[in-house]
C-alpha cells in the first residue's frame, strides 16, 4: 500500500525559503513517478513539479522555475521540493503524488487525474 506523508510547510515571510518533505512507503522510486502540486483556497489544484522516475528528470509550472527545486534521497524514500524565493501567490496546500503512468512523460503530468496516489498535504503561507 502506497503512503505519502508530506512536512515542513508554514509560515514565511516573501522572499523566504522553505523545504518540503515527502515521505514515501510502499513504493521504490525506480519505479515511480513523483510530483508536487499545490492548492490556493478557491482554486483548482495546480501541478508544481515532478521528479521522473529515472531520478534526473525533472519539470516545473512555468510560475516556479527559477525559485523551486525538486529532488529525491532514494535511501530515504523520500522526496523534496526546495522552495526558494517565494511569494505571496504561492500561497496553499502542497501535496506529494505518484504514478507509475507513462502519460507522465508528456504534458498530461499536469493533470491531477493522471496521478493516483496522495498524500495529505502540508500548507504553505507566504505573508507580504
Known amino acids: 500500500q502506497v503512503q505519502l506523508l508530506e512536512s515542513g510547510g508554514g509560515l514565511v515571510q516573501a522572499g523566504g525559503s522553505l523545504r518540503l518533505a515527502c515521505a514515501a512507503s510502499g513504493i521504490r522510486f525506480t519505479n515511480y513517478h513523483m510530483a508536487w502540486f499545490r492548492q490556493a483556497p478557491g482554486k483548482e489544484r495546480e501541478f508544481v513539479a515532478a521528479l521522473l522516475r529515472t531520478g534526473s528528470v525533472t519539470h516545473y509550472a512555468d510560475s516556479v522555475k527559477g525559485r523551486f527545486t525538486v529532488s529525491r534521497d532514494s535511501a530515504k524514500n523520500t522526496v523534496y521540493l526546495q522552495m526558494n524565493g517565494l511569494r505571496p501567490e504561492d500561497t496553499g496546500v502542497y501535496y506529494c503524488?505518484?504514478?507509475?503512468?507513462?502519460?507522465?512523460?508528456?504534458?498530461?503530468?499536469?493533470?491531477?487525474?493522471?496521478?493516483?496516489?496522495w498524500g495529505q498535504g502540508t500548507q504553505v503561507t507566504v505573508s507580504s
Open positions: 503524488a505518484t504514478t507509475t503512468r507513462a502519460s507522465v512523460f508528456s504534458a498530461a503530468r499536469t493533470s491531477p487525474s493522471e496521478w493516483y496516489s
